[in-house]
């Protein structure tokens, strides 16, 4: 937004009556520019982050960069380079490569902002969410909402890497941001087997337990396993092996987003299959789990591999086509877009 | 509710008044009784079956009475002698012992009545709905909710029993009921492998697939299978291993009952456990599904074992207690009396 | 519902079988007729009273019989001739005719059936609702929903006739009434000027009121008043001044019904204008507040006046149609029908 | 957010690294400062505007400046000091005074942001919302929401200001604006009597039009007028003459906020009346219609007048006393901070 420096021939009484306003702390609609615009005047531009260089770069903090060292977290988060350097990977979303080392422990705390975590490599990490034992492990996607307190165990023999998703720019702006540090717990070292979470709502799809439920906004089932994402993509793909399907991670009893804030899914894109050209209002953050694809980011293609992210902003045109076929993993503001209602959508015929 | 016959002395203007209010179709209000009561004036009262009378006579039925014989059901409706001879359980559900012999089919219709099957003995059995091809076994709950299309096909070699839940009595209380016989369609007669239904909606909890669903108010998952059940009631007992636990079948993009008229629940006692007596507004129909166990009924108590069913009618007292644990399935009208604002429960603490 | 009373010719067993069938509280599906039928076999059919019947036997009662004769309320009810004796307008609504007498008192009580009242003749009555006095006058409606305590006084010179709608018979079939008698109070005489509750909620629309409200699921305005209703129907007629137009009374809060198992409208039609053969599921009681009208009942016509009261029955044709004119107020059992999933409408081109 | 510039004494290594994360589009959480603070690390801080300064700097530029001069519109905008030189009252929201000059039109456009005018002097100038004129008037609030077109005329002798508030920054912020400029129209220019939107939905509270309501997610009522405003407020007053009482203004067919990011309330503190110290999650725009009062924002007093503004920022502290009296409009975004689950309030007991 900048302002118009135009003046009139004779405007020595504009120029005080300006003067005079700017004094008064106002400023004149007609002096300003970009502030209606027939489409998004998106900040933000559409980006790619490539796994190859992500992915040693992880590795060498890891060597050199205590998990003390500060913030908590061994973090490298996605900076879109038309955000004027914040660290954020859209307007309403940030997404990193978070690294953990075995034996490291990244220590309790709580913060308003919601964070998922979708694994990408390692074994042997386990996360406590409210004091649950919820063991990570690759294409699993693992809550930690608004406000529960977590924290990261390393007790296996290699280190993990997982994405990070968090809706902190959406925070930020609302100034909304709340944080609070744990107390250092004797917490016990092995692994566990399965989180309490688990036990009362990853029965089966629609086995809902009666009893007390804390009433909470997110999902109480802070993680969803990749042999089930894996198994129910499958399923779907029975019906026309040839084009993409998704699947919304969703509070399992009652069907909403996993967060107020923030919507999960995965998608699979047999060989050969493509997606429409869609712009929506609203951001996205994408992860190549696995295979092979293009993605066209307003009419710029870039090959992908897995473990490259893809932040497409709102508005933006994009599509993803795959040769031999991917699975892609997508976090989006798509909840907050929806509440309040701005959802607009275009999708072109290819 | 009959009419007082109280009389004043001299009523002879009362009398002519009283054959004028009837000419004219109307009844004063002072002469009735039993209209407002302090609490439910309930027609039908609590009622057991039991399957040692059930079983024989449905086996019976299904060597004299051929299931084309009428209503296109081989089916033992449960009559509440409370009931004044309606065919009914409770005031608002209907329950019944349904018999399919090999090679036998139960052609296909569709009525505004819900309906569901919750399995007690046999195989080989599968049931169409809306054309999807659901298998049966027992310990699963199967739906045909209002207005789907579906038949029974035994393609086995062995008779199977189920039980029928519906919720019939409400639905002719609010004359609301159609109903449309199907047409004779060349169905091939082996038993199939999964339903559609199931591919798409049991994957996992909280998995939802992103495409169209039909705009319909019940579930999209058919079949609830027992494996399922029985493991998460396992799950739930592991917090707490000497107490009663409890499972509601629900919608699982949505979290709802599986029908907007009847709620489903599975009900696990371990040995020595029991629930607290309890009075709720609107009825229930119990069937054990394996095990034993004591059902008081206002104070009166009966021995149950597997098959054996039992009306709760409104308001009456009811608690179940086992010595060796049982499982016990539940149909229940408790979403009509929860969407209408009738709810009210008194538990007594025992 | 009939039991079929066929036999195959050599029956000895078949008569045996169904003799044990019997004996143990079983009902064969196969011998019961009109369960299923192809539309609503509706018990009760529409009906029609006459205010020029009802009218003097209102104020005969009046005279004769005290208002502590019974009941603790002086009303005729509309006993629809094909429900069997029942005092029932339809399935699901009671309707009836109240009359006060200057100087009674109908004492308090509370009950689960929610009740409205629909004023037509008098002045000088209010009803305390909750302890709210609220005063009544012709075309006004008037809420004394689910459980609240109410009692009506009549502080004037002439009588009040009121119409009653209630959903006892709905809440008989759910086994879902209680009742309870007030206490005597000391309460004082004289009719009151505005009550507490259109002080918070009768101020303008969409002005709600920011504080405690109770958890309650009806409507926290007691009355609406007809000098309000007149004035909106007349506002609505300004766009189409030949079609008939109608309102629904709402909380005003939440836009919902009134109640949750009652819907209230007011249908004016305008001189010529008339409505659209229409057949639903539910019932309904219209009732004629002003000018004259013909309703159209399963093909069958009848002339109606002001204080006519007419029932549709479900699934049975109806129109009106007016020459001069006509008010109609409506109370309706479509929020029962609608949250259980149950619409179903055919409107004929006439 | 800043970077913290700490290195350890030995960094060759760790420079290197740090330099290759920012050539990758990374950015390390450890060096980053300010993302999760203990509390909202809030950007803009609460301020005031004061109607002396800002009066006559409007009429100055209804003056000197035309109204086709750019923008379409004669807006000063609130520009809160604390926000970095964006036009902007809070994080979410837009403020501004608006001033139409006699004859003058501002000509027809519309965008996503919603907006809302608050008249505070002047006559004869109506609003054109979706072709709907709906005349404008001090203490009224009209509605001009999410893409519907709109236009303002000045058909009077006299100027006319008012408050204009937009959810603008939050649109930015969600990269969510779109606008469209609308086409010159023959518009008669003579006031209009009463809007079609009035006829439809200002009869009365709780009396909902039946028939097609387009399906949007904002009120249907564009306009709130003082007259009711006031009378309701004097409402509310009755039942505690000393406490300060306030309206929500909503959707009169839903009781939902009038658009799904905007809530708007009245205030009215009779004479010696104060609200309590709080703190709250979201922010707020105060204008002053009538009366003055002091307003402490975190401990700092202000005196106010009519016309004065004040924006409150999130978790900033604030109350308001008057000896006098006086009504306060709000706007806030806290439709936005609930429907996320963003809710957070402190309140001191002073």
Sequence with gaps: MTTKRFHAPDSEALDELYGDVADADLQPLWML?????????????????????????????GELVGISRGGDRRV?????PSLGGKPYATSTLWGAVQYLQPGEVAPAHRHTPGALRFVLEGSGVWTRVQGDAVAMAPGDL????????????????????????????????????????????NV????PSRSRSEELYAGAPG??????????????LFAYRWVDTDRALDQLLLADPKSAVALRFADPTTGRDVMPTMRCEMHRLPPGAATAPTRIVGSSIFVVFSGTCTVSLEGETVELVAGDMVATASWDEWWFSSEEGCDLFRVSDAPVIESLGLERRSVRQS
């Design 142 to 185: 693992v809550l930690t909402p608004s406000w529960v307190w977590h924290e990261h165990h390393n007790s296996g023999d290699e280190p993990m890497i997982w994405f990070d998703g968090l809706d902190q720019p959406l925070l930020e702006s609302l100034d909304a941001i709340f944080f609070e540090p744990g107390q250092d717990a």
């Design 188 to 191: 016990p070292r092995e692994v």
């Design 76 to 80: 490298l988060s996605l900076t879109n």
């Design 33 to 61: 520019e970009g502030l209606m615009t027939a489409t998004p005047a998106v900040r933000p531009r559409s980006h790619v982050w490539h796994w190859s260089a992500m992915r040693p770069l992880a590795q060498r903090c």
């Design 207 to 220: 086995l809902v337990p009666i009893g007390s439920r804390p009433e909470v906004d997110y999902s109480p």
